[in-house]
């Protein structure tokens, strides 16, 4: 079983909808969740982090965190063909020392 | 605005030649990670330092690779000799703490391709 898993989609998803992208991991200890943004050809992206149950909120993002399910999600309200990109997720091992990333989820959003 | 940087962007080399990569972490931040990204693996940390000290490179192939911090503002990675299996995307990151994690940027990346 892998650290941290994502499906790898494409996820497809019309322009102006709401893209839910998601994420498990399997160390409980797990402390710390980010959500990293990559354009092709390019390096990865931080768009947010959250570190506590319940939901955060950042303009379009919103990043969901239920530890006792050890799932991670990321909303992108109102998408537009500019989140076309893969969304890797980041948790952190025990110890808190570095991330563990997952393959990642490709967005695609259609005009 | 500041950023990680990366040389070279781009490297072609023939099997057995030693490449060498470079990384300036951001000015201030005192923790440097090594990644490796390919299409099968994902992105694979190979390696990370603290205070240029190195914490861990479990993930790194310790025969033919090596990741040093020569001074603060310096992070380089070699390898030697390359193999082709070697090709690869290579990101340098640099951390800052925030509470017990580190918030990584990355740099543009090294892409390299060994023939």
């Known amino acids: 079983q892998k650290e941290v898993e994502q499906n790898s989609g494409p996820l497809s998803v019309p322009e102006g909808a709401i893209a839910s992208l998601n994420c498990t991991y399997s160390?409980?200890?797990?402390?710390?969740f980010f959500w990293y943004r990559q354009y092709s050809g390019k390096s990865p992206e931080l768009i947010m982090s959250?570190?506590?149950?319940g939901d955060k909120e950042d303009g379009r993002f919103t990043a969901q965190l239920n530890k006792a399910s050890q799932y991670v999600s990321l909303l992108i309200r109102d998408s537009q063909p500019s989140d076309s990109a893969t969304y890797l997720c980041?948790?952190?091992?025990?110890?808190?020392?570095?991330?563990?990333f997952g393959t990642g989820t490709r967005l695609l959003v259609s005009p | 605005d500041a950023r990680v940087t990366q040389t070279p962007r781009h490297k072609v080399t023939e099997m057995g030649q030693e490449v060498t990569m470079r990384c300036q972490p951001i000015?201030?931040?005192?923790?440097v990670f090594w990644y490796r990204q390919t299409m099968m693996q994902g992105l694979e940390l190979l390696a990370y330092?603290?205070?240029?000290?190195?914490?861990?490179d479990s993930g790194m192939p310790k025969d033919r690779f090596s990741a040093e911090m020569p001074d603060a503002t310096l992070a380089t990675l070699k390898i030697q000799p390359s193999e082709p299996r070697d090709s690869a995307v290579y990101f340098c990151?640099?951390?800052?703490?925030?509470?017990?994690?580190?918030?990584?940027?990355f740099g543009p990346g090294t892409r390299l391709t060994v023939l």
């Open positions: 990151a640099s951390g800052s703490r925030d509470g017990s994690t580190d918030t990584q940027y």
């Open positions: 000015l201030g931040h005192n923790t």
């Open positions: 959250i570190y506590s149950n």
């Open positions: 330092f603290r205070n240029r000290a190195p914490l861990d």
């Open positions: 160390d409980r200890g797990s402390q710390s």
């Open positions: 980041a948790v952190t091992g025990t110890g808190f020392q570095k991330l563990v």
